[in-house]
């Protein structure tokens, strides 16, 4: 019986094999010690990408995993946003708390969304999504909520401190926070993707008829799976918003959903390490850009996108796969 | 032995003084400045990127005359693409990468928005922000940071002030862009109307950026009876809205907003005779207005644009900010002397007096002082007449 | 009750540049079973094209007409060198192509153009007898123009081997291979004819929303929301759709959530047409068989 189900688990990936998780260890020990290595600046930009990295984990729990197509996220990745700075701005919550708090509006708000989302597929549901990204900013400036929303003005945050028994500069405790949340999320999310919860997104993405004559409540996980994507985009978000120190509805124009688009598909679609590789893609790469062409850097980034799609369609995250399956590592 | 114990202390010495020095004047070494700055390059606000190039170009041909007082000016110019976390990022990077000494001219009033506690608990400079948001003029609250422009709020004033003087008895309606920029007119004019704002504005309506046409604005704002028109709009709506506004056969009195007056692109697409009587308050020459073609401060602005920059578009009104504001800078670089610490730089920003520059229009002047942080307060009435702006009345003081 | 006609006249107009963005989408469609979110983009390079030819001393109907060959040629060219390469790559990866188009078409626009608004003049003259105080000639005109297009599609499509022969090669390009349909070359066109549409969207668009290299990108989610409301697979319906959609924004913007919701209105339109009827006022309903 014992020999069975370790067999089991190792085939369905529960366990993490033992060399795979001294790596594991390696790196969680590298991360810690960047921000004593890297300037204040770099820190910045290296806790942008563990913001990114999980909106981005989120997106693909959606769209890569279950195949729901989302041109909107930076909608959610709003949402969390401005949950956070407006608990922050009326004094509700201290600021650790407003995390979860945006994350639990957002797993809500788009667990909600999904519901009505079920019955969309493909191009349809894109469409869907893309006129909510769009529609955000102009939601956000609304007058009738202007109070709380800081209109066009949007808030100022103050960046947390270290607490005073630390000897941390503000970035590099911003840098831990985020590291203390990417980890816990990136390995549930693990988890959930590569157990029954994920075996069932994935058959819904692909046969979603036989998975749902098998007795997957297709319904349940559609909406399920949109809400927890929106619980993990909110989130980093509500980070994202710390780490800027300013949110208005300007930062969270239509750009902002396909850039966290273009991210998954870099890193890999279906892929979790991929978040990582896109995460790091999307904070990079545009000033890549602009430094080989200031007049048209978007042209530039277009055509990495293009010669992504052609170049490596299943993201880094493939293509790593393929070397070290090839060099059987 | 001595001697050499000597030296080596001596060189220490030297060495942790320029070290101290340096630390002194971030962004400048004995034979450069280094200047940052953030434009929206890219992403739907591009067309202010035009100012940045013009800045470039500015400070190019000042290096090639040999410099400040010997120093070079080094302008790191980066694209922010209109998104404040974009600025945020950038700008920290110029700051704490780059190690520039001032921040100059960074467009936007959400960009500015999201550094300027960054900054100014920095003590860098966030010097003649490119915005008209009347928020920057605050030495108490944000003493490192100043705007340029004549700023909206006041501009509004202005035409308020016109109306109540001029048609007392007026049904006023607002069109106004959703945001910063077309809110603060919305405020200039209550803050002159006061509790005579609801009787006399009978309607106001907004439109966002992203909105295709404000046709059908126009036509809320014509069917509520209204005889006066304030247009606080950016220029491709402008020109629909002075289009509309004639085509659907309404003539009010109209005034539009400084930011829309370019002749090239905003009175001619409209079509020169459907704003005849438009009235605005202006504070720049427009290079595209027949009433400065042999204007010698203008002339000297063309000798520059088709040195430096040879292959803009000289009917673009940004090309002529940029130079004034650049000038400015200088200008107040020029008054540092010896000393380009940033206390100092703010200090010399603070002290402008009746500086003129050739691209303002006559009478207006460049004054500053550490309790007075608006650069240019004055403008001046004028009207279009199919052809160009006519100049009527005096020089008004905004403040 | 003059204000509200002035704002239906006003919205029909409005109605009329949807409608056409709307049409050249439901082409794309009906050959290749793709949205082109980069449709806005590609009419507006359009526009510049024939700008440029405008300025350059061409007269109004030879650079109308070469525009439309040159965005023809435009559409064929993008669906041969740039989407043949992800023709069996998923949905997601072409929708990041169009998206990498959609940006660098702007881009480019950006760079050659700049940004700053150009006028773009119309066929129409100022003072026909057909304009009023509530329409311009332009706008009456336009209308006429989205209308006869439309007549045109519909006829090609309906009536003529090569129009069956993409309708086929869209629905079933396995079937259509062994009838000897070059499957294809039938993509290329729909594209280039999507293309062609799409340019006299444009500058049909361009004297009223001034030419920028951003004029179609507040366009392109109203003209969504008209094919989508219209059935994406029904010309007429994009059309009629696309009025709809013009009037729809109009009233609401004036008399029901005020300007500042206008957006809104369209994302609740999409929502609340895919959700009630996701094949459109008049479109097909598709039978999935398991």
Redesign the interface.
Known sequence: MATIDQAASARTGIGVPARHRFGLALLLLAACALPFVLSSYQTFQATMVLVYAIALLGLNILTGFNGQISLGHGAFYAIGAYTAAILIDQSLVPYWATVPIAGFVCLVIGFLFGLPATRLTGLYLALATFALAVATPQILKYHGIEKWTGGSQGIILDKPAAPTFLPLTSDQWLYFVCLIVTVPMFVIGRNLLHGRTGRALVAIRDHPIAAASMGIDTSFYKSMSFGVSALYTGIAGALGAFVAGFVSPDSFMIFLSITLLVGMLVGGVGSIAGAFFGAVFIEFVPNLADQISKAAPWAIYGVFLIGFMYLMPSGVAGLIRYWTSRLKL | MLRRTMLTAAAALAVNAGAARAEETPGVTATEIKIGNTMP????A??Y??IGKADAAYFQMINDQGGINGHKINFIT??D??????T??QT??LV??EQVAIIFNGL???AN??V???LNQRKVPQLFVSTGASKWGHPDEFHWTMGWQPDYQTEAKIYAKYILKEKPEGKIAILWQ???FG?DYVAGIKAVLGDKYDKMVVKD????V????V???I??L??SGADTLVIAAT??FA??AVRKVY???WHPLEFLTNVSISV???M??AGPEKGVGIITAGYGKDPTDPTWKDDPGMQQWRAFMTKYLPDA?Q??ASNVFGYGVSMTLVQVLKQCGDDFSRENIMKQAANLNDFELPTLLPGIKINTSPTDYYPIQDMHLQKWDGKSWVLFGDVISGS | MQALLHQILSGLANGGIYASVALALVMIYQSTHHVNYAQGEMAMFSTYFAWTLIDAGVPYWGAFFLTILFSFGLGVLIERVILRPVANAPVLSVVVVFIGLLVILNSLAGWIYSYMIKSFPSPFPNDAWYGSAYMSPHEVGMIGVTLAVLLLVFLFFRFTPLGLAMRAAAQNPVSSRLVGIRVGWMLAIGWGLAGAVGSVAGMMAAPVLYLDPNMMTGVVLYGFAAALLGGIDNPWGAAFGGFIVGVMENIAGAYVVGTELKLTVALVIIIGVLIVKPSGLFGRVLVQRV
């Open positions: 390059y890219s992403g739907n591009s067309a990127g035009v980066l694209d693409g209109y998104t404040p976390p974009k945020v990022e920290r990077r704490e990468q936007g009033t959400a928005s999201a300027q506690k960054y959703n945001d910063d809110k309506v907004s439109y966002e992203a909105d295709p046409t046709d059908s604005q036509v809320t014509q069917s220029p491709k020109a629909q085509d659907i056969g090239g692109s905003v001619n697409p578009d009917s673009d």
